[in-house]
């Protein structure tokens, strides 16, 4: 009995799905054509000249502006360069002439005097010594290499150049360049 139920059911099933449902049929529709049509202007050889060339000179321009924009671009480039270097410049020069007050200054000068002394003493003391004369004080000139070039002793309150204090002065092997940078003297007293 079940099989026939359900048999029976499966065909109603049938029948309602082929009785509620259409057959598939393809239908084509008609294409139709479509032409567009465009006006289009005619233009005379002199017509399209004259815009050819029109288009030309607005190009010419556009290039023109271009170039005179990417020259005023490179002059405010220089511009600012040259504005950097004359800062620099500006701040360099009041460095060195700060750095020339602080050179001149009372206790600079006594100080570079000092290191003067000590390294002639330091490096010709034997000499003078060797050269066994009797002086109150010695003043010594250098070039700006550390060159002697002048000896003076003072003897008996005056000064009196020695040019064979200088030869033999100049024979001394120094330990340590003086280089100032400027002629100085150098004026030792006798101990």
């Keep these: 009995?079940?099989?026939?139920?359900?048999?029976?059911?499966?065909?109603?099933?049938?029948?309602?799905?082929?009785?509620?449902?259409?057959?598939?049929?393809?239908?084509?529709?008609?294409v139709q054509e479509v032409t567009i049509t465009e006006n289009v202007a005619q233009e005379t050889t002199v017509q399209f000249e004259e815009k050819a060339m029109d288009d030309c000179i607005a190009y010419s321009k556009t290039l023109n502006d271009i170039k005179l924009m990417e020259a005023a671009e490179a002059q405010r480039e220089i511009d600012s360069i040259a504005a950097a270097e004359l800062s620099l410049k500006e701040a360099l020069a009041k460095a060195e002439l700060a750095e020339r007050k602080r050179e001149s200054t009372p206790e600079a000068l006594a100080k570079s005097a000092k290191e003067a002394e000590l390294w002639f003493e330091t490096n010709y003391a034997s000499a003078l010594k060797t050269y066994n004369v009797q002086y109150d004080g010695l003043r010594v000139k250098l070039t700006t290499e550390g060159t002697i070039y002048e000896a003076a002793l003072f003897v008996n309150g005056e000064w009196k150049e020695d040019q064979q204090l200088v030869k033999h002065l100049a024979k001394v092997k120094v330990a340590k360049e003086l280089a100032p940078g400027k002629a100085v003297a150098i004026t030792v007293k006798n101990a």
């Design 1 to 30: 009995m079940k099989r026939t139920v359900f048999t029976a059911v499966g065909l109603v099933a049938m029948t309602f799905i082929a009785c509620n449902t259409s057959t598939k049929e393809s239908t084509t529709q008609k």
